[in-house]
Nanobody, 120 residues
Framework: QVQLVESGGGLVQAGGSLRLSCAAS????????MGWYRQAPGKQRELVAV???????NYADSVKGRFTISRDNAKNTVYLQMNSLKPEDTAIYYC??????????????WGQGTQVTVSS
Protein backbone atom coordinates (compact mmCIF):
# COMPACT_ATOMS: atom_id res chain seq x y z
CA GLN A 1 0.00 0.00 0.00
CA VAL A 2 1.31 3.40 -0.98
CA GLN A 3 -0.02 6.80 -1.88
CA LEU A 4 1.76 8.79 -4.58
CA VAL A 5 1.51 12.54 -5.09
CA GLU A 6 3.05 14.23 -8.12
CA SER A 7 3.99 17.88 -8.36
CA GLY A 8 6.10 20.20 -10.47
CA GLY A 9 4.16 20.28 -13.71
CA GLY A 10 3.38 23.47 -15.56
CA LEU A 11 3.71 25.45 -18.76
CA VAL A 12 7.16 26.02 -20.26
CA GLN A 13 8.60 27.14 -23.56
CA ALA A 14 10.35 24.73 -25.89
CA GLY A 15 13.92 24.23 -24.75
CA GLY A 16 13.06 24.85 -21.12
CA SER A 17 13.24 22.57 -18.11
CA LEU A 18 11.00 21.21 -15.38
CA ARG A 19 11.55 18.91 -12.43
CA LEU A 20 8.71 16.63 -11.42
CA SER A 21 8.47 15.16 -7.93
CA CYS A 22 6.68 12.05 -6.70
CA ALA A 23 6.27 11.84 -2.94
CA ALA A 24 5.49 8.39 -1.57
CA SER A 25 3.67 7.70 1.69
CA UNK A 26 6.15 5.00 2.71
CA UNK A 27 9.86 4.42 2.46
CA UNK A 28 10.90 3.86 -1.13
CA UNK A 29 13.21 1.13 0.16
CA UNK A 30 10.05 -0.95 0.58
CA UNK A 31 8.81 -0.32 -2.97
CA UNK A 32 9.98 -2.81 -5.57
CA UNK A 33 9.87 -0.52 -8.59
CA MET A 34 9.13 3.13 -9.28
CA GLY A 35 8.92 5.09 -12.48
CA TRP A 36 7.27 7.75 -14.58
CA TYR A 37 4.72 7.35 -17.35
CA ARG A 38 2.99 9.90 -19.53
CA GLN A 39 -0.15 10.10 -21.61
CA ALA A 40 -0.60 12.65 -24.39
CA PRO A 41 -3.98 13.53 -25.90
CA GLY A 42 -5.20 10.74 -28.15
CA LYS A 43 -2.33 8.43 -27.25
CA GLN A 44 -1.79 5.49 -24.94
CA ARG A 45 0.09 5.81 -21.70
CA GLU A 46 3.79 5.15 -22.23
CA LEU A 47 6.81 4.49 -20.07
CA VAL A 48 9.16 7.44 -19.68
CA ALA A 49 11.73 6.33 -17.10
CA VAL A 50 11.95 3.66 -14.41
CA UNK A 51 14.14 2.21 -11.69
CA UNK A 52 14.32 -1.56 -11.88
CA UNK A 53 14.85 -3.82 -8.87
CA UNK A 54 18.61 -3.36 -9.11
CA UNK A 55 18.27 0.44 -9.17
CA UNK A 56 19.34 0.50 -12.81
CA UNK A 57 17.52 3.12 -14.82
CA ASN A 58 15.77 2.66 -18.14
CA TYR A 59 14.46 5.39 -20.42
CA ALA A 60 12.20 5.65 -23.40
CA ASP A 61 14.16 6.28 -26.59
CA SER A 62 12.36 9.58 -27.09
CA VAL A 63 13.73 11.06 -23.84
CA LYS A 64 17.21 9.57 -23.60
CA GLY A 65 19.81 12.25 -23.04
CA ARG A 66 17.19 14.80 -21.99
CA PHE A 67 15.41 13.32 -18.97
CA THR A 68 16.94 11.97 -15.76
CA ILE A 69 15.24 9.96 -13.03
CA SER A 70 16.63 10.21 -9.51
CA ARG A 71 15.58 9.68 -5.91
CA ASP A 72 15.99 11.03 -2.40
CA ASN A 73 15.52 8.18 0.05
CA ALA A 74 15.34 10.47 3.09
CA LYS A 75 12.39 12.33 1.56
CA ASN A 76 10.68 9.24 0.10
CA THR A 77 10.69 11.05 -3.22
CA VAL A 78 11.47 10.20 -6.84
CA TYR A 79 12.24 12.96 -9.33
CA LEU A 80 12.14 13.39 -13.06
CA GLN A 81 14.41 16.13 -14.36
CA MET A 82 13.28 17.15 -17.84
CA ASN A 83 15.60 19.28 -19.96
CA SER A 84 15.44 20.48 -23.55
CA LEU A 85 11.69 20.08 -23.53
CA LYS A 86 9.84 19.75 -26.81
CA PRO A 87 6.17 20.31 -27.66
CA GLU A 88 5.94 16.56 -28.18
CA ASP A 89 6.61 16.11 -24.46
CA THR A 90 3.24 17.68 -23.64
CA ALA A 91 1.28 15.14 -21.60
CA ILE A 92 -0.03 14.23 -18.21
CA TYR A 93 2.82 12.64 -16.27
CA TYR A 94 2.05 9.88 -13.78
CA CYS A 95 4.16 8.40 -11.01
CA UNK A 96 4.01 4.62 -10.76
CA UNK A 97 4.96 2.13 -8.07
CA UNK A 98 4.90 -1.66 -7.94
CA UNK A 99 4.81 -3.61 -4.70
CA UNK A 100 4.96 -7.39 -4.78
CA UNK A 101 2.42 -9.10 -2.56
CA UNK A 102 1.62 -12.65 -1.56
CA UNK A 103 2.45 -15.24 -4.25
CA UNK A 104 4.36 -12.56 -6.17
CA UNK A 105 1.18 -10.67 -6.98
CA UNK A 106 1.92 -7.34 -8.62
CA UNK A 107 0.20 -4.47 -6.84
CA UNK A 108 0.25 -1.45 -9.11
CA UNK A 109 -0.19 2.09 -7.82
CA TRP A 110 -0.58 5.40 -9.62
CA GLY A 111 -0.53 9.04 -8.68
CA GLN A 112 -3.21 11.39 -9.96
CA GLY A 113 -0.91 12.95 -12.54
CA THR A 114 0.57 16.36 -13.21
CA GLN A 115 0.14 18.29 -16.45
CA VAL A 116 3.20 19.29 -18.47
CA THR A 117 2.62 21.64 -21.38
CA VAL A 118 5.43 22.75 -23.69
CA SER A 119 4.63 25.68 -25.94
CA SER A 120 5.91 26.07 -29.48
Amino acid sequence: QVQLVESGGGLVQAGGSLRLSCAASRSIFTINSMGWYRQAPGKQRELVAVFNSGSVTNYADSVKGRFTISRDNAKNTVYLQMNSLKPEDTAIYYCNAIILGIAETRNLYWGQGTQVTVSS
